[in-house]
């Protein structure tokens, strides 16, 4: 797993990304990714919380104008708001990766899941390719 954020950090420098949530920030900063979407808009999300309009409008703009590689979002706790958010990484060809704040089950140890999430964080990068769900 170390090896594995290492070498996308070595060969994937800076990569501009989109969350809905905080859930995947340790992770994204470890691979050296660039979070774009503001922290107060993630926390917005995760709190339950309408996010401003103008996050709101901020956010919808990395995808239109292609400002990010790939689109993260807690695939554990989705809303109306999340699936919009989709919704426009698909219509736009921004790659999504589905992370979770629990380990998904059965077959996962803690190592296996974090590696399977860098591993599609990856493959979004990489080749373009959606892993929405582990």
Known sequence: WY???AQFKKD??????AVTEPVGDYMLQAAGASIRTPFRFQADVMNG???APQDISL???????HKVKVFLYNQQV???LTEDFLAQAHQHGIPVVGVYETMPTPGYTYQSW???EVRALQKAVADQVSTEKL
Do not use: I, K, R
Request: hydrophobic letters at 40%; glycine letters at 4%; a negative charge.
């Open 59 to 65: 956010e919808s703009s990395l995808f239109a104008q």
């Open 114 to 116: 974090m590696l399977a």
């Open 12 to 17: 994937y420098p800076g990569t501009p990304v």
């Open 3 to 5: 090896q594995a954020l």
């Open 49 to 51: 919380v309408d996010p």
């Open 78 to 80: 989705t809303d109306s």
